[in-house]
C-alpha cells in the first residue's frame, strides 16, 4: 500500500526564494521572445536557460554581456562578446549547424571571460572530456 506522506510546510524564505526565482524563469522567458537575434542565432530554450543562469549570478553583468551581443557596440576587436556574435551569425546562416552543446559551451565560456576582464582572438571549447571534440573560431575579418 501507499503510504501517504505529508510534505512539511514550506518557510516563509522559502516561498521568498522560489517568487524571485519564478520572476526570473519569467524574465528571462519575455527578453528572449523579444530578441530576434537571440532566437534566431541561439534558441529560446539555450537562450532562456542561459539568460537564467547568468541573471542568478550577477544580473548587473548579466546585463552588460547581453548588451554587448544584442548591439555590439562599443566592442574590442578581441572582445569575447564580439568574437561570440560573429560565431553566432555563422552557425545561424551555416547549412551545417552545431550541436546545442557547442552553442552553450560558448556561451558560458564567453560569458566567463567577459567577466574576468580577459580578452581572446579565438574562441575554442571542448564539448567531450579529452579534447576529442575541440570547436575552434576565429572572428569574421571586417
Request: charged share 25%.
Amino acid at each position: 500500500m501507499w503510504a501517504l506522506v505529508r510534505k512539511k510546510k514550506p518557510t516563509t524564505t522559502e516561498i521568498e526564494k522560489r517568487g524571485s526565482e519564478d520572476h526570473l524563469v519569467i524574465e528571462s522567458a519575455s527578453f528572449v521572445a523579444g530578441n530576434a537575434f537571440i532566437l534566431r542565432s541561439i534558441g529560446n530554450k539555450t537562450a532562456g536557460y542561459f539568460r537564467y543562469s547568468t541573471m542568478r549570478d550577477d544580473p548587473a553583468m548579466s546585463n552588460l554581456f547581453f548588451e554587448g551581443l544584442l548591439t555590439g557596440v562599443g566592442l574590442s576587436k578581441n572582445s569575447p562578446i564580439l568574437l561570440l556574435r560573429d560565431v553566432l551569425v555563422k552557425n545561424s546562416i551555416s547549412l551545417r549547424k552545431v550541436e546545442p552543446v557547442v552553442v552553450i559551451a560558448w556561451l558560458f565560456y564567453a560569458y566567463d571571460l567577459f567577466k574576468t576582464g580577459r580578452n581572446i582572438k579565438l574562441l575554442k571549447v571542448t564539448t567531450d572530456g579529452v579534447n576529442k571534440n575541440v570547436h575552434k573560431f576565429q572572428g569574421l575579418d571586417y
